[in-house]
């Protein structure tokens, strides 16, 4: 194939929603046939290899789908050379018996074939550190006894270095016109003795790949393979057929999931690198992140693709934006909303959660709970999904009733330039579109007295206040906005000030955080508002926000608030960097949870989703592409499950990033509340959302009504709305 034709197939699969360009090629065809030769010639290659290389090269940067490359029995050098252009390699060890290279059994004549050769190639990739595959090719004359050594071997090479990201038990099958198309093929009780025998071998941790479109008995052998401790069907396309194995078709992936459902598992699509290669927090397990294990320019096209346990989105949304479907030949959405591939209607079963699921809802309800709990709701899929959904609503329900909230407020965002380096803000960094970003820019006071002035007449009760680190402000500044808030509309309640600007004015001014905070509320500060929390991990903000405050001293701030008399919300930034996922939102939660069981202060909390299309460290290639839809609804569902019990009762969805249509669907979620009508928002309009302008009170109850609850006008403290302030809104 020319490059363009290899693009051509490519591009098939990213409109199809693959993710992954599997290159296959053979040992080397260059040294025996002169028609590879004369095709490499023309192709302006000195080997296949470079040829491969060249395709990866090209698939990469014009399709975004990652490259897999099985090329044979490899040098260093190339390895190399393919480690730069691919998220993964393979090679199959096939076989370590030295009797099938003899004559006429399978491997009689290849040298390619031997099995210290294959396992040097494989114990090399280790050593460069390549995300690797192999395994086993069986039924081709060997022994049960050869198979366990065959496992044995690979994971000793795997004891070694780690490499091995899946195991695949091939069966093998007689092809007409080879020598071998008389040979019988292996049976169902072979494949699945040395699936079993790869398990115990492996451990529980190894994936374990059987290729479903070679199974005997299709349905029942699946189901056998699966009880015999697979757990991974291989790469099954929607474009090609496998050039392997032409006469055996990939099943429909609805039959597979169906099949999985029956066996109390989720079918979810992968990348071809696994999610250990690229995990970067500190579970176990955590062999180094994709720094580590992939090219950076590779690693950048990784994440595009990545959920965040690194596992395949399966879908085109991202928050921020509405997604366009009839601009593709087809919706990339492989997974439902719950991120499991769909039955198809396939199952007729009772839809329940997972024992571990299910127990780790009731311990988080019965306040009885551990991290792991919290982090096993948060990673839900398929019908444990709709069980942690479910509980949150129903919570919901008990604690909120139909009753769905917002508030009539305006923002100002009294500057966006900003002396920090938060490789995530768009507002105030980075080479954003000007009618994103827009030019540097500090309002004076007389235009926070009108814009404040102007929020009261439209019937606003709320103004809320943030801005960047501006390099000459000082304590001075911040008790000036609130003051000229209050010219504009004395009776207004001025919500204001992130933790890190009462930081960094009480540090201006030389006062304890708490002395500052008096001080403001004096001038009129009525509340804070959580932000500047993105996550409270640590290991995450020395990525996202080097130079801000820490996770303790953000909860410092916080508490000091509470002390004083200062309610706050409370939010969490999700979905962007290698070490953000599911165990640092546990931890985010638990921080959370523990400082409002010690002082009662938060008012609500508001997951905000990371919006990636302008955002610095998207554009260089260091973030995902905010979090999935089912990890944003997740978030709220779990976020009421922990915090509602010790009284955070109220659970926002953001439409600034969701979008109103989104947005409503967190209502059966367990949200409560839609935010405010805002007016004006320009911080996730800097990070490239389409979303952020006023929405009227109208067109918000609207929104609430049509999900069918009641919609009702608040306070920024959760009281009805003054009954002269609401008809006035609009």
Not at 129 to 157: C, K, M, N, Q, Y
Not at 165 to 174: G, K, P, T, V, Y
Not at 674 to 686: C, F, K, P, W
Request: hydrophobic fraction near 40%; aromatic fraction near 6%.
């Amino acid at each position: 194939m020319t490059i363009d034709e290899v693009l051509e197939v490519a591009r098939a699969g990213a409109r199809a929603g693959a993710t992954e360009c599997l290159l296959t090629f053979g040992d080397r065809p260059e040294a025996t046939r002169e028609a590879a030769r004369e095709a490499l010639r023309e192709l302006g290659c000195a080997s296949t290899v470079e040829y491969a290389v060249r395709a990866c090269e090209a698939v990469l940067r014009e399709t975004g789908l990652l490259p897999h490359v099985n090329a044979g029995v490899l040098t260093r050098e190339e390895l190399r050379a393919l480690r730069r252009v691919s998220a993964s390699q393979g090679l199959m060890l096939e076989t370590t018996s030295e009797r099938l290279l003899e004559p006429g059994e399978a491997h009689a004549g290849c040298e390619t074939k031997r099995p210290k050769t294959r396992l040097r190639c494989i114990e090399i990739a280790g050593e460069e550190r390549i995300p690797f595959t192999s395994g086993l090719l069986i039924g081709i004359g060997e022994t049960r006894e050869e198979r366990v050594d065959a496992l044995l071997a690979l994971r000793d090479v795997h004891a070694r270095h780690g490499h091995l990201q899946e195991l695949i038990i091939q069966n093998f099958l007689a092809k007409p016109g080879t020598p071998m198309e008389n040979h019988p093929n292996p049976s169902l009780e072979e494949l699945t003795w040395t699936v079993s025998a790869a398990r115990e071998i492996f451990g529980a941790d190894m994936v374990i790949q059987a290729p479903p479109n070679l199974t005997p008995g299709q349905e029942e052998g699946w189901r056998a393979l699966l009880r015999a401790g697979a757990n991974d069907w291989g790469g099954i396309s929607p474009v090609t057929p496998d050039h392997v194995n032409a006469e055996a078709p990939w099943p429909h992936i609805e039959n597979l999931a169906a099949v999985c459902a029956e066996e109390g598992m989720a079918l979810v699509p992968r990348l071809c690198v696994h999610p250990k290669f690229l995990r970067m927090d500190d579970s176990e397990g955590n062999l180094g992140g994709a720094e580590v294990w992939l090219d950076a320019n590779v690693a950048s096209y990784v994440r595009k693709l990545a959920d965040g346990e690194f596992l395949a989105r399966g879908t085109a949304w991202s928050p921020g934006r509405p997604v366009d479907l009839t601009s593709i030949d087809r919706s990339l959405d492989i997974v439902g909303v719950n991120g499991a591939v769909p039955c198809g209607g396939k199952v007729e079963r009772e839809r329940r959660s997972s024992p571990a699921v299910s127990r780790a809802i009731a311990n988080i309800c019965e306040k009885s709970y551990d991290l792991d709990d919290i982090v096993m709701c948060l990673q839900a899929r398929g019908d444990d999904f709709d069980a942690v959904c479910k509980a949150a609503d129903d919570l919901r329900k008990e604690q909120c009733g139909e009753i769905v909230s917002f508030v009539s407020n305006r923002n100002i965002n009294y500057t966006n330039i900003c002396t920090l380096a938060c490789t995530f803000c768009s507002f105030s960094k980075g080479k954003a579109a000007e009618e994103l970003r827009g030019s540097p820019y500090l309002l004076d006071l007389d235009e926070v007295s009108r814009r404040t002035a102007e929020a009261w007449s439209k019937g606003a009760t709320e103004v809320c206040m943030q801005g960047g680190i501006h390099p000459s402000f000082t304590g001075e500044d911040y008790l000036a906005f609130i003051k000229a808030a209050k010219v504009g509309a004395p009776d207004i309640h001025v919500h204001a000030f992130s933790p890190l600007e009462v930081s960094h004015g009480a540090r201006t001014l030389g006062m304890s955080v708490r002395d500052y905070l008096r001080t403001l509320k004096d001038a009129g500060l009525g509340s804070l508002p959580g932000t500047a929390a993105e996550i409270l991990d640590d290991e995450v903000r020395k990525i996202l926000c080097p130079d801000k405050l820490n996770s303790s001293e953000w909860l410092e701030v916080v508490e000091d608030a509470h002390a004083v008399g200062v309610p706050t919300t409370s939010t969490i930034m999700f979905g962007h960097v290698d070490t953000d996922g599911p165990l640092a939102w546990a931890r985010h939660l638990a921080a959370i949870r523990d400082l409002h069981m010690k002082t009662g202060g938060f008012s609500e909390f508001v997951p905000l989703p990371f919006v990636h299309f302008e955002a610095p460290t998207y554009r260089v290639g260091a973030s995902r592409k905010g979090p999935t839809l089912r990890e944003c609804i997740l978030m709220h569902a779990v976020a009421r499950l922990v915090l509602g019990p010790i009284g955070i009762t109220n659970i926002q969805a953001s439409w600034v990033k969701m979008g109103p249509e989104f947005a409503a669907h967190l209502l059966h979620a367990g949200c409560n509340d839609m935010g405010g009508t805002l007016m004006n928002e320009s911080i996730t309009r800097a990070a490239g959302a389409q979303f952020g302008q006023e929405i009227a009170a109208a067109a918000m109850r609207r929104i609430i009504e049509n999900a069918g609850r009641i919609s009702r006008q608040r306070t920024t403290l959760y009281a009805d709305a003054p009954s002269d302030r609401v008809p006035i809104s609009r």
